[in-house]
């Protein structure tokens, strides 16, 4: 008989969660807490405090305004963070300097609540450092894991926004009445000590990080293949794909030249949607032509690329719902009846606490049930319900409005049904999308997809600003008072209807999606 080693025959070491990860998540909480301070008290700020040089009647549409272009900032700036990182600087290094403008932006913020030059030019630092920092600091916790405990990683990402929603809760609840009592400086500096805090948890951590080199210079990169593709000639073939981005090209210069009738971000954002829809079609036109040239894995992981950038395509409908509760959610909970004591942005805070129970509910209930039933509540699953869900709850705010138009006295208790609706589908869309980037990314281009993941963020509130913008004209206002509704019941249920059409769209799309698998070995 032939002897066995103990050692064969001995069970493999259980998967260990790594010890670096509190110091991520805790400065993850305490970051969040500084963000949503600051944003969730920014729509009643302005619109009482910073705009009163407006009339009246102006100033919560250009609150509405500054809110959303500020948001546009803090989600495209993860392009510019996601390139340094992964060409340059490293995860750990760049979310640890971009932190430090991130706190020179609270500070401009506390110190220019009366000067509005100053005032934004905090916002556009937070922007920068919060955005610099977005795509880096979710693909860094990846980073901390490999395939003999990637397992683990799906509850780590659900615990990461867990600790979200608990610093956002309090910050939702508390800031308001900060500003109330004690005023902007105080209101605004407590969430820029929060981030320095933030900061120095990450640096005290510095030793302990898995630090995943940025990638060299890859002449198989995505954008090196999707030239090759855009360029390539097929004798007797004409190549569709480039006139694609060449019609992209103008349409976008188009979008530029509309500046003095949208203002610049959302001329320029518009511009840079198009520049990504017409040479993201016209690569995957012409993408076998870059086999030869490249490798066939190179063209394939740009083909998995192309493929859930349409996934990121479709949530910006989520976001430009999902953001409007800081915004057009707070407008119409100034307009009902509540207690003297209680502030209508304190209603924000109903969202956190909600996201909160419902992650670890759904682990331990509603997916179980599923399972049960033979429904696998598989990632892009999951992000078509919280699609669908997402616009139910407009409807519901729609309805409430329409009785708020019609001179009834609402009770503002009547926001938690929709803030629920809301988050149900928050969680199902946003807490999975996070995984399911870092999942679906090439290796080199981890933080980059990230980004475009988050700048879904911005293309929705772009939707937003380009809908603001429309009822400002004097034919469409005309057409809307027709329907025998206000222009922002009608805005309501506009948005309602764009989800519910996008979410049969993702559904349809999700059925025929390859999922893949890019976590390092």
């Keep these: 008989m032939t002897a066995i080693s103990e050692a064969a025959v001995a069970p493999a070491a259980p998967a260990r969660m790594p010890r670096q990860i509190p110091f991520i998540i805790a400065n993850e909480g305490c970051e969040r807490f500084s963000f949503y301070g600051m944003r969730n008290i920014l729509t009643p700020f302005l619109a009482s405090t910073l705009l009163l040089y407006l009339p009246e009647s102006e100033r919560a549409g250009m609150a509405k305004e500054v809110f959303h272009s500020f948001v546009i900032g803090v ?84 615990a990461f926004y867990w600790i979200i929603n608990l610093g956002s809760f309090f910050a939702s609840f508390s800031m308001p009445l900060f500003l109330r009592h004690y005023g902007a400086s105080v209101a605004f500096g407590i969430p820029g000590i929060l981030m320095l805090v933030a900061t120095l948890v990450l640096w005290s951590g510095r030793h302990r990080y898995v630090i995943v080199p940025p990638s060299p210079p890859d002449p198989d990169s995505v954008l090196n293949v999707s030239r090759t ?109 509540k207690p003297e004591w209680f502030e209508a942005a304190q209603m924000q805070a109903i969202n956190p606490a909600l996201v909160m129970l419902l992650i670890p509910f759904n682990h331990a209930v509603t997916y179980p049930l599923l399972r049960r039933a033979g429904y696998e509540p598989t990632p892009l699953r999951k992000m078509t319900a919280g699609i669908v869900f997402t616009g139910l709850s407009w409807i519901i705010v729609a309805i409430m409005q329409m009785v708020i138009d019609g001179g009834a006295p609402v009770s503002i208790t009547w926001q938690i049904l929709p803030y629920a609706v809301l988050t149900f589908g928050e969680v199902l869309v946003s807490a999975t999308a996070y995984e399911f980037a870092y999942s679906q990314a090439p290796s080199s281009m981890k933080s980059v997809l990230m980004a475009f993941y988050l700048l879904s963020n911005t293309v929705g509130n772009l939707w937003v600003l380009l809908v603001n913008a429309s009822v400002k004209n004097d034919a469409v206002t005309s057409r809307i008072a027709a329907t025998g509704v206000s222009v922002t019941a009608f805005q309501m249920f506009f948005f309602a209807g764009f989800a519910l059409v996008v979410a049969l769209i993702f559904g349809l799309y999700a059925r025929g999606y390859k999922v893949v698998d890019y976590y390092r070995s």
């Excluded at 009738?261 to 993201?280: D, N, Q």
């Excluded at 012409?286 to 690329?305: F, I, N, T, Y």
């Excluded at 996934?311 to 407008?331: E, G, H, R």
């Design 229 to 337: 593709a855009l360029l390539a000639a097929k004798p007797g073939e004409s190549r569709p794909g480039l006139v694609l981005a060449g019609i992209g090209s103008v349409l976008a210069l188009g979008a530029l030249a509309m500046i003095p009738s949208l203002g610049f971000v959302a001329a320029f954002c518009l511009a840079l949607v198009i520049v990504l829809v017409f040479f993201g079609v016209g690569t995957w036109q012409q993408l076998d032509r870059a086999v030869g040239k490249h490798s066939p894995e190179a063209v394939e992981a740009v083909r998995a690329v192309l493929r859930v950038l349409i996934i990121f395509a479709l949530v910006t409908p989520f976001w430009s719902l999902f953001d409007q509760k800081a915004s057009t959610w707070i407008l119409q909970a100034n307009k009902m009846t």
């Design 75 to 158: 989600y495209f700036f993860p392009l510019l963070g996601g390139w340094l990182s992964d060409r340059f600087f490293g995860k750990y290094r760049t979310t640890f300097w971009f932190s430090l403008i991130y706190c020179a932006g609270h500070a401009c913020l506390a110190v220019f609540d009366d000067n509005r030059q100053g005032f934004y030019a905090g916002l556009f630092l937070i922007a920068l450092g919060s955005g610099g920092i977005k795509p880096l600091i979710t693909a860094f916790v990846g980073d901390q894991f490999d395939q003999s405990n990637k397992h683990l990683s799906k509850t780590v990402y659900d």
